[in-house]
Nanobody
Framework: QVQLVESGGGLVQPEGSLRLSCAAS????????MGWYRQAPGKQRELVAG???????HYADSVKGRFTISRDNAKNTVYLQMNSLKPEDTAVYYC??????????????WGQGTQVTVSS
């Protein structure tokens, strides 16, 4: 089995910063795309940032210049550094990874979600 465990959410004031982490563990043959999504109350889940294995990161327009995604392949971990946070960034943030559990077998895995609240 594969698990994605997230950490780093919480309450922060506007213009503050938070760093989210997501570590993958279990029967992992290889990790391809990793990314972060978020879902605010009453809204659909949306892609925040993604980073393919060996590729360039991409971001939602709403977070460009404020958020940075990175990954440590040796630790099977993806990070999201969030700066200049705004109240509209408030949401549950989910980690996603496309993981091979064996040759030719790739699956989408999701973290449990971590709440980020931006409020004064």
């Amino acid at each position: 089995q594969v698990q994605l465990v997230e950490s780093g959410g919480g309450l922060v004031q506007p213009e503050g910063s938070l760093r989210l982490s997501c570590a993958a563990s279990g029967s992992i043959f290889g990790i391809y795309d990793m990314g972060w999504y978020r879902q605010a109350p009453g809204k659909q889940r949306e892609l925040v940032a993604g980073i393919p294995s060996g590729g360039s990161a991409h971001y939602a327009d709403s977070v460009k210049g404020r958020f940075t995604i990175s990954r440590d392949n040796a630790k099977n971990t993806v990070y999201l550094q969030m700066n200049s946070l705004k109240p509209e960034d408030t949401a549950v943030y989910y980690c996603h990874a496309l993981i091979a559990t064996a040759i030719g077998l790739r699956y989408d895995f999701w973290g449990q979600g971590t709440q980020v609240t931006v409020s004064s």
